[in-house]
């Protein structure tokens, strides 16, 4: 019998289709992916295992968890069984807490309420200590806001297996870590199926994380299963067109037009910022915290410039303060000769594109408007500002058209082809890609990197690109900067950093990051579907 | 902790001196001489200097901000000028009925409004949910004077079980007296109470919708579990809010109420004196007022911290 037994599962959220025939299985001590890109269902079907689907839900078929049928059981023996037999491990660690309980006692609720016979205390003890947060280390009387990321997603993953589930479900359990938290969460992972023999179905869009901890893939379109398999075999051998699709956009590449460059653009010299720290005693001079640590760096026109680090590394401090939107407290940063700070007319000669394709527009405008605010600065007239949207537009793959529409009618993808044009319009100097691709499908990720290498050939952009994706940082950055605790530590031509790296954290950074195995010769991927 | 309580506690006193010299302020160029009012239209001219000195008004403007907020400190907040009896012993019956009639009122709100806030919220777009709505509509929109005189009809013209109006005193005895509150602290509850349940749901509501909650229900927490020991604390910021407001509201604001029960409070008090010119009074009255909506706020400040700890750290 298995675990897990998901058969011809349909679902149905107030008439619209999710989840389509979804079939799969899963064995005690086996690590289980579900990989798929947003839309695909895979998040629901974790939550029709657990059986916390919205109330507007339709299910059919039938999910066997040890033997039963979810579907079938009442709402107060699925209490019993969720988070006692069955756990799940989300993906945002920053709201999964309680903010106004202590991490101690969220823990002890599961044992309390699952295993009354047992002490609540020592049981959250015990478990805290195996995600790696002993007493003597991590007080549990510390409340979530206390606590870093990888930390609070270890409190998470503590009340997922207090009670010892025999199947846990992780639904995108690292996506919003950085690379060397994740590392050590998948270990935890790792170590805590092969300790416990639990059953790990684990739901991701990023394919180099499955190829790394899965024992077998699902992958998920659409609400149906497209292809099913051993993970070394089916990456090595998608026979599914999507699969193959989804792989070739993870490990894309574009390559950038050779531009030569003239001359620096951004020069940013010796720059340090200090946030005051508030004081903790009375008449205490204010501590500082150094954000940004006497960075140095030039940008020559014509060159593409990645910035990676962890978060906290102080990129986005760095960032603001060569828009000019932060003060700096030494140092200093000119674009072609000219201080950043002070003045507007030096804001129009550099633009940013942002992460969230979502957050960043005005929902209530249309387009034209949203695009041509860039233009409130300068005093462009009328005809030329209306001749540059049509221009534009088409520059980043939408058309004239689209000037009239507001921003719910677009995709994702669509948004931050938006979010490119209205940086674009004004013809920067300079464009700040700010985490721009790194909120997007594989697929849309690989239509904007095709996007931004066009733009370069174009309109020979020069951009300062910040990422924690390396790979991305790889195939369109001429020259990369690492920065760590403020301090830039490694700079130099993107290929050489990152395959020969030489300075301790660039090598860890690289270490972490989990990779796709190398696709096999053309002659493999060309053969025909069995 | 404490360094956020002696925070609050400044901004505590910063705003009652503020308030006070806006209050002496506002009342010394209100128009109308107390002392002509007092000796009515053929005083002499000597006899009003003479009063006038008698009651201090002679004095530079600083001479009498400084003596009313030293006098106010040590307790003492000056004679009226109306009935010649300190202020403080006025204001001090006065007391004893609106801060009662006040914290009945409250609670009868919070009673009402916690459980019919949590019900709608648990009943979200159902039957249950429409139906409470709907009622905190009407107890917004109806007038409080209106709905307290169709309490007078029912239950004290027609069914008898009350008195019309008028105030029993505590020396008649503890449930006599809040027999004669009972009335007057339904009309003023109601409203707030249908205020503090929409709050309370629409707090509750943005709760149940973060992600700790989902995990609270992956833990194995049923629906009303998970709402109880990890909804309701949370959702509790924006009803202290609202719940503070409320009371300075209910201390100052019952003079309506006040009016149709025949209730010997400080809002009649306050009025009363403006009519008289009683500058004294009506200044030390609000005073009073304002020191009790920032003593409130300050309580509620305080309780923000209890109930999040992240308020405790942050500055």
């Not at chain 1, 190398?518 to 069995?530: C, K, S, T, Y």
Request: aromatic share 6%.
């Amino acid at each position: 019998m298995s675990l897990l037994s998901i058969q011809s599962l349909s679902l149905n959220i107030s008439g619209a289709p999710i989840l389509d025939d979804v079939s799969l299985d899963l064995e005690a001590g086996e690590i289980v992916a579900i990989t798929g890109e947003s839309g695909s269902g895979k998040s629901m079907t974790a939550f029709s295992i657990m059986q916390l689907l919205p109330d507007e839900a339709e299910l059919c078929g039938a999910v066997h968890v040890s033997g039963q049928d979810v579907t079938q059981l009442p709402e107060a023996t699925l209490c019993t069984l969720r988070g006692n037999a069955i756990s799940m491990v989300f993906q945002e660690p920053m709201t999964a807490l309680n903010p106004v309980q202590t991490i101690g006692a969220q823990v002890a609720e599961t044992v309390h309420l699952h295993r009354p016979d047992l002490n609540a205390k020592t049981e959250s003890v015990r478990a805290l200590t195996r995600v790696g947060l002993p007493p003597d280390q991590v007080s549990h009387n510390k409340y979530p806001h206390q606590l870093s990321g990888g930390q609070r997603q270890r409190v998470v993953i503590a009340i997922a297996i207090a009670c010892g589930p025999a199947l846990l479900i992780a639904d995108e359990p690292t996506t919003a870590l950085d690379v060397t938290t994740q590392a050590q969460i998948l270990d935890l992972l790792r170590q805590l199926v092969r300790e416990n023999g639990m059953g790990l179905l684990m739901i991701t869009h990023d394919l180099a994380v499955v190829a790394e901890m899965a024992d077998r893939i699902i992958v998920m379109n659409r609400g149906q299963v497209v292809e099913a398999g051993q993970t070394a075999p089916l990456l090595a051998a998608p026979q599914h067109p999507y699969t193959r699709a989804l792989l070739t956009a993870s490990s894309h590449n574009v390559t950038l037009p050779e531009t030569g460059t003239n001359g620096p653009l951004l020069q940013v010299n010796g720059v340090v910022r200090d946030y005051v720290l508030p004081r903790t005693k009375l008449f205490q001079t204010p501590g500082h915290f150094r954000a940004v640590d006497h960075v140095s760096f030039d940008i020559a026109r014509g060159e593409r410039v990645g910035l990676v680090g962890e978060s906290g590394c102080g990129k986005s401090t760095l960032t603001r303060a060569i828009l000019g939107l932060e003060p700096i407290q030494g140092g200093q940063i000119t674009l072609g000769g000219q201080p950043v700070i002070g003045g507007l007319n030096i804001r129009q000669r550099m633009q940013v594109v942002f992460q969230d394709p979502y957050g960043s527009f005005n929902p209530r405008h249309r387009v034209a408007r949203l695009i041509t605010e860039p233009f409130h600065l300068s005093d462009t007239p009328q005809s030329e500002r209306d001749a540059r949207v049509g221009e534009t537009l088409t520059a980043v793959g939408l058309s004239p058209e689209d000037a009239g529409k507001y921003p719910h009618q677009f995709s994702g993808g669509q948004r931050q082809r938006l979010a490119i044009a209205r940086a674009l319009i004004t013809r920067p100097e300079l464009v700040i890609f700010d985490e721009a691709v790194s909120a997007l499908d594989v697929s849309v990720r690989a239509q904007i990197l095709d996007l931004i290498a066009d733009l370069c050939a174009q309109y020979h952009l020069t951009y300062l690109f910040i990422s924690h994706d390396l790979n991305v940082v790889r195939t369109v950055t001429d020259r990369v900067l690492v920065m760590q605790s403020g301090r830039i530590v490694e700079a130099g031509q993107t290929a050489q950093v990152l395959s020969s790296p030489q300075h301790p954290y660039t090598q860890k950074l690289l270490d972490a990051a989990p990779v796709l195995p190398p696709p096999q010769g053309e002659i493999d991927a060309q053969r025909p579907l069995v | 902790m404490l360094r956020y309580t002696l925070k609050r506690l400044a901004s505590l006193l910063i705003s009652l001196a503020i308030a006070s010299l806006v209050i002496f302020a506002v009342i010394e160029v209100a128009p109308g001489d107390p002392a002509a009012f007092m000796l009515g239209l053929n005083a002499q001219e000597d006899t009003l200097a003479a009063l006038r000195a008698e009651l201090g008004l002679d004095q530079s403007k600083l001479q009498r901000y400084l003596a009313w907020v030293s006098g106010m400190v040590q307790g003492d907040f000056g004679t009226s000028y109306q009935y010649r009896t300190p202020v403080s012993e006025m204001i001090a019956d006065r007391l004893w009925v609106s801060l009662p009639l006040a914290l009945y009122a409250l609670a009868l709100s919070t009673l009402i409004a916690f459980p019919a806030g949590i019900y709608a919220a648990s009943r979200r777009g159902k039957t249950g949910d429409v139906a409470v709505m709907s009622a905190t509509q009407l107890g917004v929109a109806i007038p409080n004077f209106w709905f307290a005189m169709m309490l007078v009809l029912v239950f004290a013209i027609n069914l008898r079980w009350f008195g019309a109006g008028g105030f029993a005193g505590w020396d008649k005895g503890f449930w006599a007296a809040l027999k004669s509150l009972t009335l007057p602290a339904i009309a003023l509850a109601l409203p707030q109470a249908a205020i503090l349940a929409r709050v309370m749901r629409s707090a509750l509501l943005d709760v149940l919708g973060e992600d700790f909650m989902r995990t609270a229900r992956a833990k194995g927490l049923s629906r009303a579990q998970a709402l109880r020991r990890h909804g309701l604390r949370n959702a509790l910021i924006p009803v202290l809010t609202i719940l503070g407001l409320q009371f300075s509201f209910l201390l100052a604001g019952g003079i309506i109420i006040e009016q149709v029960f025949y209730l010997p409070g400080l809002g009649r008090l306050i009025f009363q004196s403006i009519s008289a010119r009683d500058l004294i009074v009506v200044e030390s009255v609000t005073m009073l007022l304002v020191f009790a909506v920032i003593v409130v706020n300050f309580t509620v400040d305080l309780a923000y911290a209890i109930v999040d700890p992240r308020l405790r750290q942050r500055q």
